[in-house]
């Protein structure tokens, strides 16, 4: 995998009564100054993620030494942030792209990605949507002749010693039409570990409170839906307990206050994508956690 340049910040995720001594810290949501830009970053991680600075939408890329994995693609207006860190990356394959859902902030910039980058499996969940940005995923789906996996079972699979469990939702319907069908996503390497939640409402967070499938408990979680407080939302970042939490939001959007104050209870350290695109780089070990400013 490729070196990353050393940014504005680094969180060291190693210890928990440390990182809970930090947590204490925080009084409010915003960005913290923790290392320097002077401190070593991560030569070998195994797993890089970065979460993309698009707004209140979600694109994550997840890399591994030889595989490629981008979950969502942001708005149709954002896809060329991903697509110039692609090509500078000179990442020519995504070996999978999951679109959690297809609310326009998840599903609107998939046509222009899959126009210019090669796919080699797309994974979705088990609805249709009547959305514009969605009907333009399905026009350029037909038009390349692609295959869509729909996700009706829990998959799992590894590349290059990355563990990834896609859980599906459980029901055919839900009162919130789109956003409790999202795919969930939990990746484990070494001994941390990843949880990406799309935009999961109360009855799909009932869904992964109550499910047997994997552990909840994450070391970095992207908080469902954009922070949205829900009435279980308490219930399910306890059950999560993570060390630190990604909100992808805007400023016109900001995050959520409440979200914010469970999160500090937690001594969760936390990071809005409106404040800049956030990486994190891990060797099974150590999380180290970049903030572009």
Do not use: W
């Not at 970053?41 to 209140?56: M, Q």
């Not at 319907?173 to 999961?200: I, Q, T």
């Amino acid at each position: 995998m490729r070196a990353v340049r050393k940014t504005n910040r680094i969180i060291c995720i190693t210890i928990l009564g440390l990182m809970l001594a930090f947590g204490m810290l925080l009084s409010v949501c915003h960005s913290m100054d923790r290392l320097k830009e002077e401190d070593v970053v991560l030569e070998n991680p195994g797993i890089k993620v970065t979460f993309f600075d698009v707004g209140k939408g979600d694109a994550i890329l997840i890399e591994t030494e030889n595989h490629n994995m981008l979950i969502d693609t942001g708005y149709d207006r954002t896809s060329g942030v991903i697509l110039d860190y692609l090509e500078k990356e000179n990442v020519q394959k995504l070996d999978y792209l999951i679109l959690t859902h297809f609310d326009k902030d998840h599903v609107g910039g998939a046509d222009q990605i899959l126009k210019q980058v090669k796919a080699g499996e797309i994974l979705q969940p088990d609805y249709e949507s009547d959305g514009g940005q969605y009907l333009e995923y399905r026009e350029i789906v037909e038009e390349m002749v692609l295959q869509p996996n729909v996700v009706t079972e829990a998959m799992r699979f590894s590349l290059d010693g990355a563990e990834f469990l896609i859980y599906p939702p459980e029901q055919k319907e839900y009162e919130e039409e789109d956003n409790d069908f999202s795919l969930v996503v939990s990746v484990k390497y070494g001994k941390r570990s990843f949880l990406f939640a799309g935009d999961c409402e109360r009855e799909r967070l009932d869904e992964l409170l109550q499910q047997e499938e994997f552990d909840l408990v994450h070391d970095v979680l992207k908080v469902p839906h954009h922070g949205k407080d829900e009435k279980n939302s308490e219930a399910f970042l306890k059950a999560v307990s993570p060390k630190a939490a990604v909100i992808t939001c805007s400023e016109e959007e900001p995050d959520r206050e409440k979200i914010c104050e469970m999160l500090n209870e937690l001594g969760t350290e936390i990071y809005l994508t409106a404040d800049g695109t956030v990486t994190c780089l891990c060797d099974g070990d150590t999380i180290q956690i970049m903030q572009e400013q």
